[in-house]
Each structure stands twice: as structure tokens, then as C-alpha cells.
């Protein structure tokens, strides 16, 4: 049952890094120094110094910044590319539990294809329709609902990762029930 929490909360946290590069890491960091609910491992124990948590601290509110600048969030979301899957790939291998269970290398694999996989998803579709739809009236809300997420997101894939399995799981249910509809309408129109 540790093994699944830690996956799940692994998981959980390399997503969030994907909408938000430093909420994940600034999470994890403060959670494993001022409480017992997350044990780092060598060399990730590093993320609770209290020098690296000012660092995530400064760099979190630089990135909630400039991703409410109208021009700049694009920028954000370029420089983000490299960024967030990187981030996602320190979460997932950080997460305790998970590094002494996997191999380090494939837990860092993992959290950058999630991480990634989710900036992917937001920079070049979510955030591109949400410009073109709105006129770009609806990218701060948006933006303040992903940090939102990725804070939320961060604290449960710790505190309570069985929850965020079972987000997981509604939210891969519904992307196949929308392929299903979408597949079921374009076979009626032909």
C-alpha cells in the first residue's frame, strides 16, 4: 500500500509541476522541513533547506507574475517548456517512498513525460483557445485557477495521494468518454 501511495503521490505532484514548475517543489520543500509528513531522501532533502525554499519561494512568485502579464505568459510558457517537465521530473523522484522502490532514473523518466505532458496540454491547446475565444480577457483567471490547481493538486498528492488516484482515474474516464462521443458523432455525419 506504500508503494501505490507513493506512485500516486509521485504522480500527483510531477502533474502539478506541469501547470506550475516551483508550487510542487515549494511544497514538497516546506512540507518535509516543517512537518513529518514527507521524508526526502539524499540528494533531495535539499529541496527543505531554508535557502532553497526562499530560491522556490522567489521563483514561484516570479512565474505567478509573469503568467498574468498579458505577451509575457507566452514567453513564460516557452521558457516554462524546459522548465516544468524538469521540476516534475525532481517531484516525482523526490516524493518519499517512491526513490527507494524505483529506480531513480525511471522515476525521473516519469515525472518529466507527466510534468511535460501536462505543460504540452496547456501551452499549446488549453491556453491558445483560451486566447482565441476570449480575446485574452479569460488568461488571468485561468492562469490564477492553474496555480490554484497546482497548489491544491501539490498538497493532497501528500497529504491524501489515494485522492488524487481517484482524480486520476475521473479524469482519464472522461478524456476516453469525450474521444468516444467525438468518435460516435463523426461516424454519424459520414
Known sequence: MELLTGILSAFGLSASAGLNAYIPLLVVGVLAHYTNLIKLSSPWDTLANPWILILLSVLAIIEFLADKIPAVNHLNDIIQTII????????????????????????????????????????????????????????????????????????????IPILVGAFICLIVALIIWWFWRRANAASRVK
Do not use: Y
Not at 516534475?88 to 517512498?97: D, H, L, Q
Not at 496540454?121 to 483567471?141: E, H, I, Q, S
Open 84 to 159: 516544468r517537465p524538469a521540476a516534475g521530473a525532481i517531484a516525482f523522484a523526490a516524493s518519499a517512498r517512491v526513490v527507494s522502490d524505483m529506480h531513480p532514473v525511471l522515476a525521473l523518466a516519469c515525472g518529466l513525460l507527466i510534468a511535460g505532458s501536462v505543460h504540452v496540454v496547456k501551452a499549446a491547446a488549453v491556453r491558445p483557445a483560451v486566447t482565441a475565444t476570449t480575446g485574452g480577457t479569460a488568461n488571468v483567471p485561468v492562469s490564477m485557477a492553474e496555480d490554484f490547481i497546482a497548489t491544491i493538486l501539490s498538497f493532497l498528492s501528500v497529504i
